[in-house]
């Protein structure tokens, strides 16, 4: 058996950056080693670099026959790469024999130039892009052992757009029987719209309250995904709130009230992703007005998550 004859399989990749985090054309390079328990014929050891996505939800179902449940299912291959590390002696074409023991190998990978979405794992599907070391012995079926890189789409972080000021208002009235409140007013800027994953955001608020309730305001960071099947004929849609934080409630007919809320967006949050035919990620950073018998007063803003800070300098020229 393989596992009898191989033992203490381990890729190890060499570090790019502080984040360990691939993009395109970068090289993927590393070692990996096993342990031989016995003399071992290896006719070759090949690598694989593959990028994928595949998105699978379902719907339907219950409430009758006529309610059947229906499948919904899309992939795609961004590419796949292969390259053979070790193969038989090329003057014999003949199986390389392996002592017992401890066994090393180098490896160099290249990942193509290409506009290639983020890695992400969602509820209905995932990007994934993976590195995968197969063995082949004669008369054996391949091992392979495969390792998941943490691949990151550069996004243009000095775009004026990513820097551009974003505000937005919006404003209602209370009616209770034949009488009706003076106006509840709230408006909400900040200042750019692109931001990274563990970035503190600052939402500057203005606040009216013409009711005799008390209100509270609330900001939300919300992540939305949107898997489709090709040609974008099916959808599902999926919210999901990263992180949410109150301000300090506005005392009744209170005018001109001023305040600052911040937010800090989780670390673990992936990149935004557009780029990708059947899966998008987009951001959206909510802030609510609400009260006791009064509905929302709601202001949105899309905002972008980029892998670099918004106006950094691009890297020097080598």
Request: proline residues 7%; charged residues 15%.
């Amino acid at each position: 058996m393989f596992e009898q004859t191989f033992k203490n399989f381990n890729i190890n990749l060499n570090v790019l950056n502080e984040r360990n985090t691939f993009s395109s054309g970068e090289p993927v390079t590393g070692h990996f080693s096993f342990d031989l328990t016995k003399e071992t014929k290896i006719t070759s050891i090949t690598a694989v670099l593959e990028g994928k996505a595949n998105v699978h939800w379902s719907s339907g179902g219950g409430g009758g026959k006529k309610r059947r449940r229906r499948n919904f299912a899309a992939k795609l291959e961004f590419f796949n790469l292969k390259a053979v590390i070790m193969q038989r002696n090329g003057a014999t074409d003949e199986a390389v024999k392996l002592q017992p023991g401890t066994h090393m190998y180098p490896f160099t990978c290249q990942l193509p130039q290409g506009d290639f979405p983020s890695s992400f794992h969602g509820l209905h599907g995932k990007i994934a892009y993976n590195l995968t070391l197969g063995i082949n012995r004669p008369w054996h079926m391949s091992k392979d052992f495969t390792t998941e890189l943490n691949f990151v789409n550069s996004i243009n972080a000095n775009q004026p757009a990513l820097q551009s000021p974003l505000s937005g208002s919006n404003k209602m009235t209370v009616c209770c029987l034949w009488c009706a409140s003076r106006p509840i007013t709230m408006t909400a800027s900040m200042e750019k719209k692109g931001y990274i994953p563990g970035e503190t955001v600052k939402i500057i608020c203005e606040f009216s309250n013409g009711s005799s309730r008390t209100a509270t305001p609330k900001v939300r960071l919300q992540q939305k995904q949107v898997y489709y099947t090709k040609n974008k004929v099916n959808k599902r849609e999926y919210c999901k709130n990263l992180v949410s934080v109150a301000g300090e409630p506005i005392c009744s007919h209170a005018s001109d009230v001023h305040t600052e809320i911040t937010l800090t967006i989780p670390s673990s949050a992936s990149p935004t992703i557009s780029n990708c035919s059947i899966l998008v990620v987009d951001y959206l950073i909510e802030v609510n007005l609400t009260g006791w018998a009064f509905p929302e007063l709601t202001v949105l803003f899309p905002i972008i998550l980029c892998d670099t800070p918004v106006g950094s300098p691009p890297p020097p020229c080598l």
